[in-house]
Every structure is written in C-alpha cells, then in structure tokens.
C-alpha cells in the first residue's frame, strides 16, 4: 500500500531532478544541449510504464470502491433524512388541519344553537306555535288553564246543539245549556 502511494512522488522527484540538472546544463553550458536532452530521454526511458500504469489503475479501482461505499452510506443518510422530514411535515400538517377542523366544526355548532334560540324569540307567538306544533307534532294551541277547557266544551256542545236535525234540536240544546252551566261553575271556582 505504501509503494502505491510513494510511486507517483518517485516518478515527479525523477522528473524535477533530470529536468532540473538538464536546465543548468543548458544554462551553464551552451555546447552541451544535445547531452542535456540526451539525459531527460534516458530518465524518461528509466520510467517503468507498465508499473506506473499498474499502480495508476489499482489507485483508481481503491478510490472507486470507497467512493462506492461513500456514496452508497451518503444516499441511505439522504434517504432516511428524506424519509424523517416528510413524516414531521405529515404529522405537523395533520396536527394543523385537525385543529382547524375541529374548531371550525364547534364554532358551526354554536353558531346553529344561536341562531336558533334568537330566531325562537323574535318570531312572533303564532309563528312560533306553529314551528312547535310542526316539530312535536301537535295540533292546536295549548291549553294554559282548565276553565279554558271547560269554556271550550260548552262552546263545542252549543255549535254541537246549533248544527243538529231539527228533531233532535232541543235535546242538543238542553244539553249544550247544562254544559254552559257546568263550565261557568268549574271557571268561577
């Protein structure tokens, strides 16, 4: 592993060198051009290719492999972060609207009491024993007090004794008299 890391620092000090010593001795000795190119050919022909090209192909297969694993660990991170921010978006979203929803659903059911108690008491009175008598199902309005009663028993006997066969006329109307004073007596008292 160590022989793979030093290559390429072998093969750059290599280089430097002979293209440092080829500099001064173009520098120094103008004559010796050929000689200076001479000796960077011979460094460059000392250079083991096949092993360098080796050593370049296992560093890049390394690197590929841990940068496999790298980025296999960086996408499972990503997705379980992914995954975590969409549940808390999901729960805060449920908790908002559930809030909301109930909410609105109390405020609409008080709204509906309201609005029905005012309602029931700026109808006026017949209106409103009509809602009554429509939602009991009763018929009529209610009675408060038994002379009431009484009253309306001697007024149904006297329609009663007015709208019978003129043989039985009389009869209906001694009845519908006794009824009157059987009333008034129950009223007075």
Do not use: C, H
């Amino acid at each position: 592993m160590e022989n793979d890391q030093n290559w390429y620092r072998q093969l750059l000090a290599l280089v430097l060198l002979s293209a440092s010593r080829a500099a001064v001795e173009f520098i120094v000795n103008p004559n010796s051009r050929s000689e200076a190119t001479g000796q960077l050919r011979d460094a460059f022909r000392e250079i083991d290719y096949e092993a360098a090209a080796k050593a370049v192909t296992q560093v890049i297969d390394n690197m590929a492999e841990s940068s496999k694993f790298r980025l296999t660990d960086a996408v499972d991170t990503l997705r379980d972060r992914g995954v975590d921010a969409v549940d808390t978006a999901k729960t805060r979203a449920e908790k908002q609207l559930g809030q909301q929803k109930s909410g609105r659903k109390f405020r609409f059911v008080v709204g509906l009491v309201l609005g029905g108690i005012l309602a029931f008491y700026f109808m006026d009175e017949q209106r409103r024993d009509d809602l009554l008598d429509r939602l009991t199902g009763a018929s009529g309005p209610i009675q408060q007090n038994p002379s009431n009663v009484y009253q309306q028993a001697a007024t149904a006997a006297q329609d009663a004794a007015s709208n019978a066969p003129s043989g039985n006329r009389t009869a209906a109307q001694q009845a519908a008299t006794e009824t009157r004073e059987v009333a008034d007596q129950a009223g007075g008292s």
